[in-house]
C-alpha cells in the first residue's frame, strides 16, 4: 500500500523559510514528484514539479524561492520554501505519480505566512 505522509508546515513571518517533507512508502519507482497548493478563494494550483531524471519545474510565482528535490535513499521529498510572502499561504500537498501512472496524495500540511 502506498502511503505519503507530509510535515514541516507551520506559521512563519514573510521573509522566513521552511522545508516541506513528504515521506513515501510503498513505492520503488515514480516517474514524478508534484507540489501544490491550496487557499481559500483559490484553484489547486501546482507549485513545482520534480521528475524522475532530477529535473524541476516550478510556478512563476515561486521560481527563484522555492527548490523541490528528493533523497531516493529514504523515499523522501523536499520542498525548500524560502523568501517566504503572505500570498504563498496554503495547505501543500504532495502527488506522486507511479511508473504505472496512479497517482497518490499526502494529506496535506498547511503553511501559514504572516504579514
Known amino acids: 500500500q502506498v502511503q505519503l505522509v507530509e510535515s514541516g508546515g507551520g506559521l512563519v513571518q514573510a521573509g522566513g523559510s521552511l522545508r516541506l517533507s513528504c515521506q513515501v512508502s510503498g513505492l520503488v519507482n515514480y516517474r514524478a514528484m508534484r507540489w501544490y497548493r491550496e487557499s481559500p478563494g483559490n484553484q489547486r494550483e501546482l507549485v513545482a514539479t520534480l521528475a524522475n531524471d532530477g529535473s524541476t519545474i516550478y510556478a512563476d510565482s515561486v521560481k527563484g524561492r522555492f527548490t523541490a528535490s528528493g533523497d531516493n535513499a529514504m523515499n523522501t521529498f523536499y520542498l525548500e520554501m524560502n523568501s517566504l510572502k503572505p500570498e504563498d499561504t496554503g495547505d501543500y500537498l504532495c502527488?506522486?505519480?507511479?511508473?504505472?501512472?496512479?497517482?497518490?496524495w499526502g494529506q496535506g500540511t498547511q503553511v501559514t505566512v504572516s504579514a
Open positions: 502527488r506522486i505519480l507511479s511508473d504505472s501512472g496512479t497517482a497518490y
